[in-house]
């Protein structure tokens, strides 16, 4: 009896989270009056500026990931050997970004760092792309700072430290050669995550008025009607490649690290 | 002056002293323990040598150098962890290599050094297994190999058998204890272990609460302990209260028998503490007092029979060997043991 419910049940989640997703894929094929094609995703394809606004935003996402790994890789380590007492505190405010919407945190860089600001980073198109990846960064940050701290769960972070220490490593190395290496299954799922987010991402690139995908996606959903649903097909396959990728990557190394 | 001088040292975290007034002089080559039970501060000693820990007061010298104020990695010190710390995400050889690696050795150099330390250890042809392929023991023999390929001043070693099966940690602590003579590096071993400290030591000392309650070989340290913490910590030892009757010869009364000790002891009643290897059962060459009395437990532990018999009012422990021919006697039988006088140790009052 309680065997019909649950596939009941699994199969309203299913038709709930698949049926849009199969609409929008019938969809984009349906450019050509009367049989399925692949023109819209062709034309989207060849369109100059969805290569523009990709690119960007694919540089972008590599920027973010890397000042992301920067900053909280060191910082984790560092709540870890020297801080365990404040860790839920960090916890806490590396999720702040999943509390506070977007336009709230754009709203303050622009206050902050406006033209007339003693920090005029919009300034500039470098200032301002600079200012959109610390806001990637920031809303990337609960996902990277709890994938990395996770992957140093699973070292003996202190006595690591202890046996590089003794054999003559200064922080660089032992944060190089000893702590990145063994998290960094972890630190590669943190960033294919923080890869989803900065490609879908709209409200930060929008409001500081940068070529992003985002904004694309978006502007194309409000002039066109087979392009975007190819789009948002392209934006989904790019999400779940990331998604595939971290399965493949943690089941890799979970197979090399069972001891 | 030796080669590792402690003088002095103290710790405290917070309100809480874990190190009162250590000193310590060891020479160069010297294999020297530290032996006490857990919290007794022989880890935060070692810990403040290899640079983890910072005293709070003291001095610590290595070849006439003061390296309170050195980092850990710049001591030049070697340490081995109970846990084997090895580098996951490195290979055996890489493990090894490291700390030469980060000394920006040669290439040459550091290929020779490796391949001699890995034949050192016993294990020349695991140098591309990664860490998880090993066994406990292999993991704790390369941890030595790793700490000891950069050629440290000097080489710590914090419980590093603790982790192991009861046959590997025999066999390990003779081929720690010879690699060790082979090199003649100056060692500091922390252990709770008394056996281990007994048979790798050149001198041994005894922590408690904080202090070093005792330094000497391990001959000393058993038959001469100095505190009662030591007697009772390194061995078994049984303990009987005696009356002196003469103090001047040492005359006592030991459970309703009269012996002499030979030396001066105090008047009024004395602790006395006896080895059970230093009691035979029946009469013995050379073990001049014997007492009556009657079984009240029988071990049998396979080579050694360890027996307890109630002499007198006292409970005394002692061990006979197996032998095939004879029954170990049982419950309830009376026996009688012989034990010499010049054995008993004198045990002072409880710290």
Redesign the interface.
């Known amino acids: 009896m309680t065997r019909i419910w649950s596939w009941i049940a699994l199969t309203f989640g299913l038709i709930y989270f698949a049926l849009p997703l199969i609409g929008t894929v019938e969809f984009s094929l349906r450019m050509r009056r009367g049989e399925y094609s692949f023109d819209a995703y062709r034309k989207v394809l060849a369109d100059p500026r969805f290569q523009e606004t990709f690119s960007y935003s694919v540089v972008m996402a590599l920027a973010t990931i890397v000042f992301g790994v920067l900053l909280v890789v060191p910082t984790a380590y560092w709540v870890r050997l020297k801080l365990p007492r404040l860790r839920p505190y960090v916890e806490f405010l590396t999720l702040m970004p999943l509390v506070i919407p977007p336009i709230v945190i754009v709203f303050g860089y622009l206050r902050l760092y406006n033209t007339s600001s003693w920090l005029p980073l919009t300034g500039t198109t470098m200032g301002t792309n600079l200012l959109l990846m610390f806001g990637y960064a920031t809303l990337s940050l609960p996902y990277m700072y709890r994938a990395v701290d996770t992957g140093l769960r699973s070292?003996?972070v202190g006595?690591?430290t202890?046996?590089?220490?003794?054999?003559?490593?200064?922080w660089v190395?032992i944060l190089a050669?000893?702590i990145l290496?063994?998290v960094?299954v972890a630190v590669l799922s943190g960033a294919f995550l923080t890869f989803a987010i900065v490609i879908g991402e709209f409200v930060l690139a929008a409001l500081l008025n940068r070529p992003a995908f985002g904004p694309y996606l978006q502007l194309m959903g409000a002039n066109r009607a087979y392009e975007p649903a190819a789009l948002a097909v392209i934006a989904f396959a790019i999400t779940w490649a990331c998604m595939g990728l971290i399965q493949l990557v943690s089941r890799f190394t979970r197979h090399?690290?069972?001891? | 002056m030796s080669f590792l001088n402690i003088s002095n040292l103290e710790k405290s975290f917070g309100p809480t002293r874990v190190v009162h007034d250590f000193s310590l002089a060891v020479e160069q080559g010297e294999f020297i323990s530290f032996l006490g039970p857990s919290g007794c501060g022989k880890t935060t000693t070692l810990r403040m040598v290899?640079?983890?820990e910072t005293p709070t007061a003291g001095r610590i010298e290595i070849d006439g150098r003061d390296i309170v104020r050195l980092?850990?990695?710049?001591?030049?010190?070697?340490?081995v962890?109970q846990?084997y710390?090895?580098?996951?995400?490195l290979t055996v050889g890489q493990n090894v290599a490291?700390?030469l690696k980060?000394?920006g050795a040669s290439r040459a150099l550091i290929r020779a050094r490796v391949a001699e330390m890995l034949e050192m250890i016993g294990l020349p042809d695991l140098a591309g297994r990664?860490?998880?392929?090993l066994s406990g023991g292999q993991q704790q023999r390369v941890?030595l190999a790793?700490?000891l390929a950069?050629r440290p001043q000097v080489l710590?070693l914090d419980e590093p058998l603790s982790a192991l099966d009861a046959k590997i940690r025999v066999s390990l602590r003779a081929e720690i204890r010879a690699i060790q003579k082979k090199l003649g590096i100056t060692t500091i071993y922390v252990t709770h272990d008394q056996e281990e400290a007994l048979s790798m030591s050149d001198r041994i000392v005894v922590m408690h609460q904080g202090r070093a309650d005792q330094v000497g070989t391990p001959f000393q340290i058993y038959n001469t302990p100095a505190t009662r913490f030591v007697a009772g910590f390194v061995g078994a030892l049984n303990t009987v209260q005696a009356e002196v009757i003469d103090p001047g010869t040492g005359r006592v009364l030991l459970a309703g028998t009269e012996a002499v000790l030979d030396r001066a002891l105090p008047a009024g009643q004395v602790t006395l503490g006896l080895r059970p290897e230093m009691v035979s059962l029946g009469p013995a060459p050379g073990r001049e007092t014997v007492l009556r009395g009657r079984v009240v437990e029988v071990d049998f532990l396979g080579a050694v029979i360890r027996l307890k018999a109630e002499l007198g009012g006292e409970v005394l422990a002692f061990d006979t060997f197996n032998t095939s021919q004879k029954a170990p006697p049982r419950v309830g039988e009376e026996v009688s043991v012989s034990l010499a006088a010049r054995d008993l140790l004198v045990i002072g009052p409880p710290a």
Request: proline share 7%; aromatic share 10%; no cysteine.
């Open positions: 070292i003996d006595t690591l202890e046996a590089a220490q003794s054999l003559g490593a200064g190395t050669r000893v290496p063994n960094l090399g690290r069972t001891a | 290899a640079g983890f980092r850990p990695n710049q001591r030049n010190i070697g340490m962890f846990s710390a090895l580098f996951p995400n490291f700390g980060v000394a990664y860490p998880f392929q941890a790793r700490a950069v710590l």
